[in-house]
């Protein structure tokens, strides 16, 4: 059973760049057809999709923060990570990182608990 398990800076300031990194158990990054996603949750609102990268290598990014997204991996350490450049308190959320054999679209069979971040001056 796949695990995953999110880290990252808590609080951060208008105009950094924070990475939030996580650590996947049970499975491998490169495990055929996998795809391994960012998703947030701000106060009040929906889901956003933020970016997924694939058991390749591929990267996809949602439209809304395209411009500001990278997703990376390391696959000797079975992370992947998130930066967000020019974070804004608009950023503010919860940041989730999950897991889906289906890629974009696809829904997810394996969720982490959750990172705060929170951009505050």
């Known amino acids: 059973q796949v695990q995953l398990q999110e880290s990252g800076p808590g609080r951060v300031k208008p105009s950094q760049t924070p990475s939030l990194t996580c650590t996947v158990s049970?499975?491998?990054?490169?495990?055929?057809?996998?795809?391994w996603g960012w998703i947030r949750q701000a106060q009040g609102k929906g889901l956003e999709l933020i970016g997924l990268?694939?058991?390749?290598?591929?990267?996809f990014y949602g439209p809304s923060l395209k411009s500001r997204t990278s997703i990376s991996r390391a696959t000797t350490k079975e992370q992947f990570t998130l930066q967000l450049s020019s974070v804004t308190p608009e950023d503010t959320a919860l940041y989730y990182c999950a897991s889906s054999p289906w890629g974009v679209g696809g829904g997810y069979d394996g969720w982490g608990q959750g990172t705060q971040v929170t951009v505050s001056s």
């Open positions: 990268i694939s058991y390749t290598g591929n990267t």
């Open positions: 049970g499975t491998s990054l490169t495990t055929n057809y996998y795809h």
